[in-house]
């Protein structure tokens, strides 16, 4: 398996607070990508990256924002949580020789109250 | 709008006989096609995957099937144990080369599998 760290694993929040969460991986892997699982919706995309410094929009963008400004490291900031991003968010990374299967973190549950 | 559709929330299943879990897809250009499975408090872990030049893909007991005409891909299992109890996510990647490789997931199917 590869080697996928989100970090924290819970969380819980106040409405209009900036949250950060964490993805690490140790594998050299060229894409990264987070998405929120939700129930009735699946996994929705939020925003991916393609390399170091170069991300873009996923599904369900609006609110969040994210960085990378190393290979290992993809942050998702939530500018200004709302109860409506309360959710198990997921951390995924692709290899880079072409199509194959993307891993996945553990997931990181954060409650906005 | 859902490009990658589960039109089944749920499905059971008595142990010993079939699982078929069914995926439909809106974009023609995806070409890659992947099912993953998903345990309680546990990330999503990949199961089988199928390129758009083949129209099936076996691994043990887990069968893919992709009909490009349909825009349909299913999942087989044969036999179902109770521990394929879980989520199943169909997802879909556009075609390769692109900077983007971006994987769309489906809504997921619960699968139960009664002993």
């Known amino acids: 398996d590869a080697g996928i760290t989100q970090s924290p694993r819970h969380k819980v929040t106040e409405t209009g607070t900036p949250v950060t969460l964490r993805c690490h991986q140790t594998?050299?892997?060229?894409?990264m990508y987070w998405y929120r699982q939700d129930p009735g919706h699946g996994l929705r995309l939020i925003h991916y990256?393609?390399?170091?410094?170069?991300?873009d929009k996923g599904e369900v963008s609006d609110g969040y924002s994210v960085s990378r400004s190393k290979t290992e490291d993809f942050l998702l900031t939530l500018e200004s949580a709302t109860s409506s991003q309360t959710s198990v968010y997921f951390c995924?990374?692709?290899?880079?020789?072409?199509?194959?299967?993307?891993?996945f973190g553990q997931g990181t549950r954060l409650t906005v109250v | 709008d859902q490009q990658v559709k589960q039109n089944s929330p749920s499905l059971s299943v008595q142990e010993g006989r079939i699982s078929i879990l069914n995926c439909d897809y809106t974009?023609?250009?995806?070409?890659?096609f992947l099912w993953y499975k998903k345990y309680p408090a546990e990330g999503p872990t990949f199961l089988i995957s199928?390129?758009?030049?083949?129209d099936k893909n076996e691994d043990g007991r887990f069968t893919v099937f992709l009909n490009k005409s349909a825009k349909h891909l299913s999942l087989h299992i044969v036999p179902s144990q109770p521990g394929d109890s879980a989520v199943y996510f169909c997802?879909?990647?556009?075609?390769?080369?692109?900077?983007?490789?971006?994987?769309?997931f489906g809504t997921g199917t619960l699968l139960a599998v009664q002993p």
């Open positions: 995924a990374t692709l290899g880079n020789s072409g199509n194959t299967e993307a891993f």
């Open positions: 594998e050299n892997h060229r894409y």
């Open positions: 990256s393609y390399g170091v410094k170069d991300t």
């Open positions: 974009n023609s250009m995806f070409d890659y």
């Open positions: 199928i390129s758009s030049i083949k």
């Open positions: 997802a879909a990647s556009p075609i390769n080369g692109g900077a983007t490789n971006k994987l769309i």
